[in-house]
């Protein structure tokens, strides 16, 4: 077996382990804020992801420390997206 075929085959399994959650934060100004953790953010596939994310609910967002913020209310149609990616649909909690 390739090397790229098995590490394709290892992310695919991990992503479906991964317990991801997904939450609204008041800011002030009564902006909302959606956090989403969970994420392996030494992940390289992740700039990615979040880019295509910011792209497709036209928001602003960033990878901080040990979660991803969008900006804005999307809680939904992030776990819709994040399914679509191949994540389990089991393992994404929305708050």
Known sequence: MSVEI???????????QQVIKIRVEKRKGHRDVTIITGFDTKDPELRKIVSELKSKLACGGTIK???VELQGDHRHKVKEFLIAK???????LVE
């Open 65 to 67: 420390d040990d979660h």
């Open 6 to 16: 098995l590490d394709s085959i290892l992310k695919g399994v991990f992503k479906e």
């Open 86 to 92: 191949g994540f389990s649909e089991s393992n994404i």
